[in-house]
């Protein structure tokens, strides 16, 4: 087998792993609050804006605390339920994915947290939290969107480069046994 050759074949073996790998648009949802902070505790109108939902209905929590540790932490759901009073309801999203609501909520000093989720261990969702700061001003600030690759993602493209990588080195291998 020429260079050329393997040269082909590894680049068909990476191409193969790119396809199965997906989009990574598929993880980007996101959920902000506005405000993002507020500076006692207290009833507050928080504004939520999601965005990047390919589902027609999702799940919405209030949490009552903004330790997202303690809501999703290693308990496998146990803190969903304790500090988020179970799964939600469902919510309907618009057409093109999106969710805006405004809720009355009573914020207490541990702050308080939104989820926006599918019921599922890889589906989509995203957190906002909105905490008690004293030098927060109410005015129009906004938390950074929740944003990343799947690290299942991650996976399978290193999984593709390892198996390329090891097939080069047997079949060079062989070329010089020939």
Request: aromatic share 6%; net charge negative; charged share 15%.
């Amino acid at each position: 087998m020429t260079k050329t050759k393997l040269i082909f074949v590894a680049m068909a073996v990476a191409l193969v792993g790119f396809l199965f790998a997906g989009s990574a648009s598929a993880q980007d949802q996101t959920l902000t609050a506005d405000p993002a902070a507020v500076p006692e505790p207290g009833t507050y109108e928080i504004t939520l804006h999601g965005a990047g939902y390919t589902l027609s209905s999702v799940n919405f929590v209030i949490c009552g605390t903004a330790d997202m540790e303690a809501i999703t932490g290693p308990s496998g759901g146990a803190g969903l339920i304790a500090e988020c009073g179970g799964f939600g309801s469902a919510v309907d999203l618009e057409a093109d994915g999106t969710y805006t609501a405004t809720h009355e909520v009573e914020i207490g000093e541990e702050g308080v947290a939104f989820g926006l989720f599918q019921l599922a261990s890889d589906g989509e969702g995203a957190f906002v939290t909105v905490e008690v700061d004293p030098d927060a001003a109410m005015d129009d600030m906004e938390e950074m969107p929740a944003t990343g690759v799947n690290s299942s993602l991650l996976v399978i493209i290193g999984t593709g480069i390892a198996l390329a990588g090891v097939m080069v080195f047997g079949l060079s291998r062989r070329l010089r046994t020939l």
